[in-house]
């Protein structure tokens, strides 16, 4: 069974915190991933789902911030969190709602905070940097192989440089595998190696952060940001949104203004 540990790449301990991505939806795990990458000094992951529940895992040592799904998160505060990890070890929990669900009055037991999933970047950030600069970093430990099969760190960045910068666009399979020089079916199987899901469905996860950014902060028609964010029509989007963000655009944005 391939844990946590496996997953992660090659990097020094003591220059990076790490955070856990762990959501229900793969499709907001990835958008989630792809936002919290452009962190400095930062290295995300996503929980393997087989390997069972993150805050059973005796592998959280390494782990500074978990980012979780809140839906999933509550069931599991009426017992003890983290069951296998040694004293000291437990990592700081934010907790990301869908569905509209009205922030709690007081934070579940192993919490530090709670975002909705349309929250700002900003807010995600400053949260995460809060959390990492509060906890202590672990102590230098050897030097790991990343992902067996997965892409190198390089091509990683620049296939998500490029799909960042394209989104509007038509964005080819083979356009991506190009530029990790490698072949298409390869870089298929590699890409979602080191992100957990195909190229087809990160694009797409991205494509949806990108329109939930546009809701918000601007007054363009529904039917032009689903076309700005690279979907070839309004219908098309929306089943995506609700897929994704639990409610219809035209929701989200009456609850964000």
């Not at 087809?200 to 700005?228: F, K």
Request: charged share 20%.
């Amino acid at each position: 069974m391939v844990t946590f540990q496996d997953q992660i790449s090659e990097v020094q301990a003591q220059s990076f915190s790490t955070i856990l991505v762990s959501h229900a939806s793969h499709l907001v795990s990835a958008g989630l991933q792809a936002t919290l990458g452009r962190l400095p000094d930062c290295r995300v992951e996503v929980w393997n789902d087989a390997s069972g529940p993150w805050h059973a895992s005796a592998s959280l040592a390494d782990v500074d911030v978990v980012v979780a799904d809140a839906e999933s998160f509550l069931p599991a505060c009426g017992s003890t969190l983290y069951p296998a990890a040694e004293p000291g070890c437990s990592p700081r929990v934010v907790l990301i709602a869908t569905h509209g669900a009205p922030m709690p009055i007081e934070l579940p037991h192993g919490a530090d905070a709670w975002l909705h999933i349309g929250c700002h970047e900003e807010d995600l950030f400053g949260t995460v940097r809060r959390l990492t600069k509060g906890s202590a970093m672990p102590s230098p430990s050897p030097r790991r192989q990343r992902p067996r099969g997965g892409l190198a760190p390089g091509a990683l960045r620049r296939v998500r440089k490029h799909v960042e910068e394209r989104l509007a666009e038509r964005i080819e399979l083979r356009d991506l595998a190009a530029i990790a020089q490698l072949s298409e079916c390869h870089f298929s199987r590699a890409f979602k190696q080191s992100t957990g899901l195909p190229p087809h469905r990160y694009v797409m996860a991205r494509r949806i952060a990108s329109a939930a950014r546009m809701i918000q902060d601007t007054s363009q028609a529904l039917a032009e940001i689903a076309l700005a964010a690279g979907f070839s029509d309004q219908s098309h989007f929306t089943r995506v949104f609700v897929d994704v963000m639990g409610e219809t655009p035209r929701a989200y944005r009456h609850r964000h203004r």
